[in-house]
């Protein structure tokens, strides 16, 4: 199981590629400014971090939607 050693080296690491992670103690509140909820406790620390790409690719597939809908016009 992560403790907050290992999850601050997480953080670190993926702010070196430009991904926020907002913690309170061992939790994940945010992603990218997005809100999130992962206890980190709960995850070993390679769980951890494919469970970020997870949000991040989710991110990534609703921007693209979005960006698609805004340069087709679509009211939606």
């Known amino acids: 199981m992560l403790n ?5 080296a997480i953080v670190a690491t993926f702010a070196k590629y430009q ?3 907002k ?4 939790r994940i509140v945010a992603i990218n400014g997005q809100r999130a909820s992962f206890d980190a406790t709960t995850f070993m620390q390679d769980q951890l971090i494919e469970m970020i790409c997870r949000v991040l690719a989710n991110q990534l597939i609703h921007e693209v ?3 698609e809908r805004d340069s087709n016009g679509d009211a939606n």
Do not use: N, P
């Open 4 to 8: 907050e050693q290992k999850l601050q």
């Open 19 to 21: 991904v926020e992670i």
């Open 23 to 26: 913690t309170d103690g061992m």
């Open 65 to 67: 939607w979005v960006s």
